[in-house]
């Protein structure tokens, strides 16, 4: 994307939650995250590349011990709607009999969540426990997705900011914003 077209999307997006908003819910999650998990030294999986601003901010709020690792799956690659999930990398810390506590930015649809939770169960994780920043309101969501921490609701737009991104740029904005449809 050229740099005056993110401009003018910037510039025309609509702020849903401003900073503060994100760092209040990220917040109220990590209490309730702390209060569920304190004492299970769970294993911590960031779901690159969006996951990567929650988890960033939560892991400071969580002040218990934890173990951290990645795992990289992707289905929208820089597009609006998303595709077949392709793994670009799998956690190299083993999960048999762990708590796993999954991180990502957004439940869409809950087609990558759902395939996060079923490799978790097949490599023989004890529990699995999913927190996203955003959820996004409307009936698309694979009925047995649900996330455990949910921070913030937005309405069925695209959506972009706190790790979010649009078309590849804007993940570092503060904040989250709503692209205007004609974008
Ligand atoms: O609920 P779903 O409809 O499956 O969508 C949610 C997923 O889509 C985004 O990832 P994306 O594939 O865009 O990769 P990214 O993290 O690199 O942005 C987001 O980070 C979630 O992982
Ligand atoms: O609305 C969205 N914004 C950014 N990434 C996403 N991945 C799924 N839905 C979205």
Not at 29 to 47: H, K
Not at 135 to 146: A, S
Request: hydrophobic fraction near 45%; charge should be negative.
């Amino acid at each position: 994307m050229k740099h005056d077209e993110v401009r003018a999307a910037l510039e025309g997006a609509e702020r849903i939650h401003d900073g503060a908003a994100v760092e209040a819910a990220l917040a109220r999650m990590a209490a309730e995250i702390t209060a569920d998990m304190a004492d299970d030294l769970p294993l911590v999986l960031c779901v690159m590349i969006g996951g990567l601003v929650p988890a960033g901010r939560l892991l400071p709020l969580m002040n218990f011990p934890l173990e951290v690792d990645y795992v990289h799956a992707t289905r929208y690659r820089g597009e609006t709607s998303g595709g077949h999930l392709a793994w670009v990398a799998k956690p190299h810390t083993p999960l048999k009999d762990r708590t796993v506590l999954i991180i990502d930015d957004i439940l869409d649809e809950g087609r990558t969540l759902a395939a996060l939770q079923e490799y978790c169960a097949e490599e023989g994780a004890a529990h699995v426990r999913t927190a996203v920043l955003v959820r996004k309101d409307h009936d698309r969501c694979l009925p047995q997705v649900r996330a455990d921490y949910i921070g913030l609701n937005v309405d069925d737009r695209y959506v972009f900011g706190a790790g979010m991104d649009y078309h590849g740029v804007l993940r570092n904005v503060d904040g989250i914003y709503a692209i205007r449809e004609e974008d």
